[in-house]
Nanobody
Framework: QVQLVESGGGVVQAGGSLKLSCAAS????????MGWYRQAPGKQREFVAH???????NYADSVKGRFTISRDGAKNTVYLQMNSLKPEDTAVYYC???????????WGQGTQVTVSS
């Protein structure tokens, strides 16, 4: 059973920073991709960033240059460093892990990020 546990959310003023963590129950290298999605109130869940085994990370246009995704294999953890936060970044942020061969997606419980203006 795959478990993903997010942490690091909170309330921050516009222009501030937060770092989210996603701890996986097993090796993060057992997944083809790991990443972050977010869902704001009244909106659909949207892609934020992901990292795969052999390619450069991908980012949504709305966060490019402000967010950085990284991983630590020794800790089985993926991070999302968020800088220059804006009120429109306010959302619940979800960690995602994917195994493409099995068309399987796993999700964490989400962590709330609130950016005040």
């Amino acid at each position: 059973q795959v478990q993903l546990v997010e942490s690091g959310g909170g309330v921050v003023q516009a222009g501030g920073s937060l770092k989210l963590s996603c701890a996986a129950s097993g090796s993060i290298f057992s997944f083809n991709a790991m990443g972050w999605y977010r869902q704001a109130p009244g909106k659909q869940r949207e892609f934020v960033a992901h990292i795969t085994g052999g390619t450069s990370p991908n980012y949504a246009d709305s966060v490019k240059g402000r967010f950085t995704i990284s991983r630590d294999g020794a800790k089985n953890t993926v991070y999302l460093q968020m800088n220059s936060l804006k009120p429109e970044d306010t959302a619940v942020y979800y960690c995602n892990a994917a195994r493409w061969l099995y068309d399987a997606n796993y999700w964490g419980q989400g962590t709330q990020v609130t950016v005040s203006s």
